[in-house]
Each structure stands twice: as structure tokens, then as C-alpha cells.
């Protein structure tokens, strides 16, 4: 989806649909949805479009929260953490903090790369069992989970069939490479890092 034009989704009178434009719509929608709590007792979670809430972009140092996706009937607010002057944009954290690279890159389209790489810390901690998948119902409540060690294992292997000088390599000699090839080289190579520094002994 990151290498599609962002007005791919408009046609002209009578020009055919493709599966570009259906997969570009459902992907405008899966991208802007948040998952929300039902009434208290009734174990109901509802994914919903709430318009506004889209227009803050992510920032994992903001001061600014959104409150009240894990609250049964809880009311959806953001709650500003500093005065906001007319013109400000206004960015929340996205996923609470919790998910890493993997899900942004799949849900939003983007990679986090801010200045403490968490958004990869978090992707490799998961690889090495040091820490648990906490997004979808697991950020609202669900139990979290650790990743099956067959998929880790596999994960691993499937990150080792290049090395990371290769990747980095491949992203400087290839000016142009798709922006979806690119974007996933650049995940791989933010994982190896976040690999190495979160254990040496994997060989990254």
C-alpha cells in the first residue's frame, strides 16, 4: 500500500475498478479503525471509525493521550498534556505504546523511527522472547501472548538469509528500488539492529 499514490482511489466517469483501488479503500478504512470496549459485562469490542481521532499522527514521545479505548463504555478523548496554540498538530501515541514496527508498518504504513528506536526494540524483544505480543484485544484487556517459538525460529532464520551490511547495501546502491521494497529492507535492517544490541549471541 505505501508504494500506491495517495490518489490512486479516485477514478474517472466509467474507468474500470480494479483490485488496486478495492485493496487502497480497504486499506484507507483498516488504517483509521481503533478497536474500543463495549458496555461493562457484556465482553463486546466494537473496531470503529471515529472520525478526527485519524488526523493525530503518532509520536511516541508526545505529551498528549488518548484516553478511553480500554474502558468499558469509556468515552474516546484526547487529553492534551500542554497548552495547544491555534495551528498546532496534535500527536498521540499510537497502540499505547506497546506495539512495535511490525504492527506499524502493517496497520499504518509507516515505521517509527524516532531517536530511540523502541519501535524496533520492541519487534526484536518479541523475536527473542523477552517480551510479549500486546496489540488488537491484547491492548484492550486480552491476555498477551508470547510468539510461538516455530515462528520465531522461522522469523529468525528468514531474517539471516541476508546480512545486514547486504541490506544496507542494497538501500544505497538502488535509488530506485519501489517504496514498498525499500520500506521492508528498512524494517529488516532496523530489526537487525535492535538484534544485536538486544543479543549479540544471535549472530546479527
Not at 486480552?142 to 545486514?164: A, I, V, Y
Request: glycine share 10%; hydrophobic share 35%.
Amino acid at each position: 500500500m505505501i508504494q500506491m499514490a495517495s490518489n490512486l482511489y479516485r477514478w474517472k466517469n466509467g474507468e474500470e475498478i480494479t483490485e488496486e483501488h478495492l485493496r487502497w479503500a480497504v486499506w484507507l478504512v483498516t488504517s483509521r479503525v481503533l478497536t474500543v470496549q463495549g458496555e461493562e459485562g457484556s465482553g463486546e469490542k466494537f473496531r470503529l471509525l471515529i472520525p478526527l481521532i485519524d488526523m493525530c499522527n503518532h509520536d511516541r514521545s508526545s505529551v498528549h493521550i488518548l484516553s478511553g479505548r480500554a474502558v468499558n463504555g469509556g468515552t474516546l478523548k484526547v487529553i492534551a498534556g500542554k497548552a495547544v496554540l491555534p495551528g498546532d498538530e496534535i500527536h498521540i501515541l499510537y497502540n499505547n505504546g506497546v506495539s512495535g514496527n511490525e504492527r506499524f508498518i502493517q496497520d499504518y504504513g509507516f515505521l517509527d523511527t524516532s531517536g530511540n528506536r523502541l519501535g524496533y526494540d520492541i519487534v526484536a524483544k518479541i523475536l527473542t522472547g523477552k517480551t510479549r505480543i500486546v496489540d488488537g484485544a491484547g491492548a484492550l484487556g486480552g491476555r498477551p501472548t508470547l510468539m510461538p517459538f516455530d515462528e520465531r525460529d522461522r522469523t529468525l532464520n528468514s531474517l539471516k538469509l541476508t546480512s545486514l551490511e547486504e541490506d544496507i547495501t542494497a538501500t544505497k546502491s538502488c535509488h530506485d528500488i519501489p517504496s514498498d521494497i525499500r520500506s521492508a529492507i528498512e524494517f529488516r535492517i532496523g530489526v537487525k539492529e535492535a538484534l544485536r544490541r538486544i543479543d549479540p549471541s544471535l549472530g546479527f
